[in-house]
């Protein structure tokens, strides 16, 4: 298969995360008989210091043009402290969200066996999770208007959806879950939100078509407390957009590590794959960001494709680089030299050689990742 691919690292540890997925990307074009060809693009904080713009048309022209995108990370110091920034790098986030009409994110979240005491919650509660989290990504309170008064001393944000937007991503996680467990939870505030009722009788109404998927629906605040007390009661989760924001950085506490955690925002025509983590400043350049995240959002752009088995493989050589602690230090405490870039090796090693299971320590003391 031939694809091209837009690379978008971004800011902070976006550039070093997003350069290992691009290697096992690259090792997996080479295993497989593959083309992949790899266009990078500025956007973020990156982009207004060069362009002005957080997304420009550069950028955008390129994404447009491509068959899918790996986006790494937005967000400096500069701008996020300072809220009267006219230009923000996170315009270009939701801007490639809205202009490519990514209308669908979806987010893995998944308890490792091997990682079950890097949480902070009770391993008997969180063994066996597995969860897919759908969230509404290009309309809510995130893009309704947005009003200040003149004096500076009332502000509004509105959130608005249509029932194309809530009927488009319902059919897509009713069909995931028929895929899985065969349960899906709404989650929402319908008790108090308008907007929330609507979700609540669009997706009721189009339950009976998927009569073999049991349909449950949860109010934000307890599935706030459900996701941590027992979160091996869901399978699909389907919300909107700030709900869904907020849950599925609270479901990162699960695996251990939000470095762990993966997504794809999908549209009609287009696709985005990109950790959930953000910029991460204070570890720019230090060899310590996770690329894991990055690296599983690179599998996810592979079975976005049909590449299921090569996507497979990613995640064995993930698997494996977890057991055997080749892990930055947010969930590594038994070697103290093992970089972003170095597991980034380990894995394309090991999706050069997958059969060979014994590690050569020394080589990756050294400086390598040689599986022999």
Request: charged share 25%; proline share 4%; net charge negative.
């Amino acid at each position: 298969m031939k694809l091209d691919i837009a690379v978008l690292p971004g800011d902070g540890v976006g550039p070093e995360v997003t350069a290992e997925a691009v290697k096992v990307l690259k090792a997996i074009a080479i295993q497989f008989d593959h083309i992949f060809t790899f266009q990078n693009g500025l956007v973020g904080a990156a982009a207004i210091d060069k362009t002005g713009s957080a997304l420009p048309e550069e950028t955008l022209t390129i994404c447009k043009n491509t068959d899918a995108l790996l986006f790494g990370a937005i967000g400096t110091p500069e701008y996020d402290n300072n809220p009267d920034a006219k230009v923000r790098p996170e315009q270009g986030l939701l801007g490639l969200r809205k202009t490519l009409d990514l209308y669908a994110n979806i987010r893995p979240v998944i308890a490792y066996e091997s990682l079950l005491n890097k949480s902070p919650l009770k391993k008997e509660n969180i063994i066996g999770t597995d969860i897919s989290i759908y969230r509404e990504l290009t309309s809510g309170i995130y893009f309704g208007e947005k009003r200040l008064s003149e004096d500076g001393n009332i502000a509004s944000d509105l959130c608005q959806y249509s029932r194309e937007e809530i009927e488009r991503i319902a059919h897509l996680a009713f069909k995931a879950a028929q895929t899985r467990k065969r349960k899906l939870t709404l989650i929402d505030k319908a008790n108090v939100l308008e907007s929330s009722r609507l979700w609540r009788k669009i997706v009721k109404e189009l339950a009976p078509k998927y009569a073999d998927v049991t349909l449950d629906f949860m109010f934000i605040d307890n599935a706030a407390m459900q996701l941590i007390i027992n979160p091996r009661q869901f399978d699909v989760i389907l919300t909107e957009n700030m709900f869904g924001d907020i849950i599925s950085d609270e479901a990162s506490v699960i695996g251990g590590s939000i470095g762990l955690l993966a997504s794809a925002s999908i549209g009609e025509k287009h696709a985005m794959f990109e950790p959930i983590h953000g910029a991460y400043t204070k570890a720019t350049n230090k060899g310590i960001a996770n690329p894991i995240a990055s690296i599983l959002s690179a599998a996810l752009l592979l079975e976005h494709f049909g590449l299921f088995e090569e996507a497979a493989l990613v995640r064995e050589g993930v698997d494996k680089s977890l057991k055997l602690h080749i892990t930055t230090p947010d969930l590594n405490t038994k070697y103290d030299n093992i970089s972003t870039s170095k597991v980034g090796d380990f894995i394309e090693d090991f999706i050069n050689n997958p059969e060979e299971t014994n590690l050569n320590f020394t080589n990756i003391h050294l400086g390598q990742s040689t599986i022999i």
